[in-house]
Each structure stands twice: as C-alpha cells, then as structure tokens.
C-alpha cells in the first residue's frame, strides 16, 4: 500500500498509508440517478480511519462545496494542518467519525462532535455524489448509531441542499446567528437545526 507524508506541527515527517482511491475515480462525473432516491443498501458507514483522510482532505478542497460549507478553515488547503487536526479527532472519543461508503467506495464522512457540551452534527460529501440521497441515507444511518440528542445542525442560509438532508432527517429549524465564513470572506447567517 502506497504511503502518504506529511510534517507535523513540530516539521517531523509522518508517513501513514494511504487509501485506495481506485474507486473513487469510476464515480467522478457519474450522472445523478434518474430518482434522486439513494437505495439505503448502496450507503453504508464504518469507522473512519486515519489512511481515509487523504481523500477527505482532497473532497473539501472542492470550490463550490467551500462555497456552500461557508464556516471552513482559513486556509483548506494547508494538507498539514488538515492532518493533525483530524488525526488528533479519530483520536478523541467524544468525537464520533464515520467514512460514507457507496457500493464499497469512500465518498465522503460525518461526525458528531461537541462545542461546549452540545452535540454537534457536521458530514462532507465528495461532489460527484450530491444530489442523489447519498448525504440523507448516510445521516439516517449515522443517527441509528450515534445517540447523543439533542444533536445540532448548522448550515449557511443559503446552503439548501444541506437544510433538506436534516430536515428530511427529523431536524427542525431553532433559530440563525451570525458568523464569520471563511470560504466567503464576510460575514453570513446560519440556520441552526435541531434533532431531539
């Protein structure tokens, strides 16, 4: 299995393996299905692992989902960064990291974590699967596992496809705040959503 390197906060290289990404390739500009209903068989989940975080790494790198994800990091691109915080959460037992798999391939992940003692929600899903359930089987899935409710949902206003998975999910818009989105450079609303 190749490996994949990178520095750490104190420049010593790490090497981890690296996740195959055959599959990942026959799906980019695959054609939405033709019911937008993904079949909950085709969508499974399992626990994140560090070798699949270059390929989450590389589907937030998506201009159009930074868009739409609004409240991003100041700097998506900073792969060490990236690494060390996320190894440091597969690492956290509050948080709760599952990999999206459609017929066995990685598109995408979700977890809950916590912002002072609140259950928090968040899932990034490779482009090439949007529009087609994948993002609402995959919750449906998650909230069968993770039980911690109530669970928060924070989506940018006009992220409207990310509002429909949680509301097809039984979340309930609460209330807006305001915040800074660094993908966007300005200050925006967010929806805030809630599953009890």
Known sequence: MPLLSFPDSSGNLVSIPAAPTTCL??????????????QHSRVQLRKAQVADLESFFQFQLD????????FTPKVPS???AYFEKYTRH?????INTQAILVDGCLVGSIA???IAGDAEITYWLDRSHWGQGVATAALTAFLALEKARPIFGRVAFDN??????????GFVKIGTNKGFANARQAEI???IYQLR
């Open 160 to 169: 409207v496809g990310s509002q429909r998975v949680l509301e097809k999910c």
């Open 90 to 94: 597969l690492n956290d037992p509050s």
């Open 78 to 80: 900073d792969r060490a």
């Open 189 to 191: 609303e967010e929806s």
């Open 25 to 38: 390739a026959a799906y980019h500009g695959a054609a939405p299905s033709s019911s937008n209903a993904m």
């Open 63 to 70: 201009e159009e989902g930074l868009y739409l994800a609004a």
């Open 112 to 114: 809950k974590f916590e």
